[in-house]
């Protein structure tokens, strides 16, 4: 009997289900799952009904996509038809009783089964073969079961790429506690296309090495592949890098659901080519996935690949590191994620905190970290600077062979998600261009919030909006920092010790001292610009020579709404001026000591715009569209933004008392001797 649906279903799902229903009489299609028609069912079907059920794309043969025939479309057909196509691109494999579909481990033996249940003797199985008692590998594509304990054993991978070029090794792993002291436990030395380590539902599975030691590849890992290693399924995988690393993958490495707790001595997780968690096909969320990282003295999450040319002269995508979704909690030492090329996150619920967070406050020689091109500090006014990289998000980019002259790459892209970071380095620092169109940030650090050392690009222009990227930088050196910084849309509440946004450097040198270019690609001429153009920004920068929003070049405020604190609150370069020609900025000398004031921006027709709290004192204000300002409002109702802010930020609402400020804003202007 057929379980009853639930009626609870995804806008795409209904679309998909009520188009299934419509049909008048049952129809058959020549071959099942052949969504597109083709007459072979294949990959290309499994993209058609993913697209379709997505809303985005028709099916050619809607019939073939009722793969259990139950007259609805939806994810568990996708599941269906995936599973088959992944089955009949496996080379057929003789009916034999002496495959093996199971091992169970013990301290000294395995036990290897059959699909019937019956044992197999070890001389006698067919595609694996049994060493040292307790080392089993895999040498045939196939799907195999594990389980038991022992404290010396091994699941190795070795199918042979030239007789298998496309196969596939699936792990289930179904209650595994595995241990070498002498070797990586999990090792995949050879396959075609993937292996796949399915950690079952109800399963707790663990994976340890010793502490010292070096595997078949002359490295470490407690998991360890050199092809494409996937991870997946809705049970526990503990893993204990104890030697070094926690899982390597001198591939690409996929991690798509699962609760996966790593915990090394160095890096927790290491792809080579790229390090891909949320499987972007997903159709059911990312409610499985959980992936919480702990290091001793590495990185948290890391891509190594430099970047590689095809023989046609084409860039190979590498080195890269993309979070589509999931809870990812990362403790790390050095960087919490590090892609030596790009990161791109699109959405999750992620939280790093690297060495001691924010509330670092040693001192240090002036950040050299860790012989990373791009990421020293050189003459940085910051004392707190690290002598090592620990930043929360680090992209690095391509150098010539000096390591001095930044190529290409380096960039961070954010388009979505909830991301917290405690940091004692820069919570997120590109040598490329940082791209920050959606998401969530609640930022601490010693160091900088958001560093790039070419462009930083907050919101989307013209968008209109203050919630489509919304950033809370509670404790910072520098709030925004790059050559040229686009403020477009969404909401950024800055407090730091130093500058709250500071285009190409300032009065301190932080990040252009001496000889020292930051990331070789930052400008030496020291030029940078800065552009507002929309949504709200409120930076708070302590007392002292430190400004709200400081550029070594031009000044452009073209739209939307600012509030800056500082001892000059909008400053610019020598030869250089502000140029207001739209949007509304209200300033203050007070610094950030005391941020209970609320104050309210109206716009020409007296509804609130947005409301917050910030520093208490006498304030001006300069408007381009007719709108006004007022400090010590009250406010009920409205949108609260950025939760997690103790200021207050309200979209909306209704606006009573206050005091409407009449002053003109300050500025610092061109300065003689001007902000280098």
């Not at 699936?170 to 380590?197: H, K, M, Q």
């Not at 996966?260 to 790229?274: F, M, W």
């Not at 933004?641 to 609402?653: F, K, N, Q, S, W």
Request: proline fraction near 2%.
């Amino acid at each position: 009997m057929k379980k009853q649906k639930s009626s609870r279903k995804a806008p795409a799902m209904l679309a998909a289900s009520v188009m299934a229903l419509t049909l008048t009489a049952p129809v058959l299609a020549a071959v099942q799952g052949d969504v597109n028609a083709d007459g072979a069912l294949g990959i290309a079907d499994v993209v058609m009904l993913c697209k379709y059920l997505a809303t985005q794309g028709a099916l050619t043969d809607a019939s073939a996509a009722d793969f259990n025939g139950d007259s609805v479309i939806n994810a568990v057909d996708l599941t269906l038809i995936k599973r088959a196509v992944m089955q009949s691109a496996q080379p057929e494999q003789p009916i034999s009783d002496a495959i093996v579909t199971a091992v169970t481990f013990s301290d000294n033996a395995v036990t290897l089964k059959n699909a019937a249940g019956t044992e197999i003797p070890a001389d006698q199985a067919e595609n694996v073969t049994v060493t040292n008692g307790t080392v089993v590998t895999i040498t045939q594509p196939c799907e195999i079961d594990a389980d038991g304990a022992c404290e010396n054993g091994q699941l190795c991978v070795n199918v042979d790429k030239t007789a298998y070029p496309d196969g596939q090794v699936t792990l289930n792993l179904r209650g595994l506690t595995l241990a070498n002291s002498a070797d990586s436990p999990i090792y995949v030395a050879s396959i075609g296309n993937e292996c796949v380590l399915a950690v079952k539902k109800d399963t707790v599975n663990t994976i340890t090495d010793g502490e010292e030691y070096s595997n078949a590849d002359g490295d470490s890992g407690a998991i360890y592949a050199c092809d494409d290693l996937k991870l997946k399924g809705k049970g526990t995988l503990i893993v204990n890098g104890k030697c070094a690393d926690g899982i390597v993958c001198k591939d690409d490495l996929k991690i798509w659901n699962g609760d996966i707790q790593v915990n090394a001595v160095d890096d927790g997780v290491r792809g080579k080519e790229s390090v891909r968690i949320g499987d972007p096909n997903a159709v059911d969320g990312y409610e499985a996935l959980k992936l919480t990282v702990k290091t001793e003295q590495g990185d948290g999450i890391k891509s190594t690949s430099t970047q590689t040319v095809n023989t046609d002269g084409t860039a190979v995508s590498e080195g890269f590191v993309r979070i589509n979704g999931g809870t990812i909690r990362i403790e790390s030492y050095l960087d919490g994620i590090q892609g030596e090329q790009n990161v791109e996150i699109n959405g999750g619920d992620i939280s790093i905190k690297t060495y001691e967070g924010a509330s670092y406050t040693g001192s240090s020689s002036g950040g050299s970290t860790g012989g990373f091109p791009g990421f020293g500090g050189g003459s940085d006014g910051n004392s707190n600077k690290l002598d090592i990289s620990a930043k929360g998000v680090k992209a690095v980019g391509i150098f010539d062979e000096a390591g001095t002259t930044w190529q290409s790459a380096g960039n961070i892209t954010v388009t979505g998600g909830h991301i917290t970071v405690d940091s004692s380095d820069d919570a997120f620092h590109c040598g490329g261009n940082m791209s920050l169109t959606g998401g969530v940030f609640h930022i601490a650090t010693a160091d900088d919030g958001f560093h790039s050392d070419h462009d930083v690009t907050i919101g989307t222009e013209n968008a209109g909006t203050y919630d489509d990227v919304q950033i809370y930088v509670s404790k910072g050196y520098e709030g925004v920092e790059g050559v040229n910084i686009y403020q477009n849309s969404g909401t950024v509440y800055v407090v730091t010790t130093d500058d709250g946004y500071n285009a190409a450097g300032g009065a301190d040198q932080s990040g252009t001292g001496g000889n020292h270019q930051w990331g070789g690609g930052f400008m030496s001429s020291n030029y940078g610009e800065l552009w507002l153009r929309g949504g709200l920004v409120i930076v708070n920068s302590a007392n002292g020579d430190h400004d709200g929003m400081d550029s070594n070049g031009p000044l452009n405020i073209a739209g939307g709404y600012y509030f800056c604190n500082g001892r000059e609150p909008l400053d610019c370069g020598d030869g250089y001026s502000i140029s207001h020609t739209g949007g509304t900025y209200a300033t203050i000398t007070a610094g950030n000591t005391s941020l209970g004031t609320t104050y309210t921006f109206k716009d020409q027709s007296g509804n609130a715009v947005v409301s917050f709290q910030s520093a208490g004192g006498t304030a001006g204000v300069a408007s381009k569209n007719n709108s006004a300002a007022f400090s010590g409002t009250t406010v009920t109702g409205g949108t609260e933004i950025l939760a997690d802010c103790p200021y207050g930020v309200i979209l909306g609402g209704t606006v009573s008392g206050g005091t409407q400020i009449t002053g003109s804003a300050s500025s610092g202007g061109m300065q003689p001797g001007g902000r280098w």
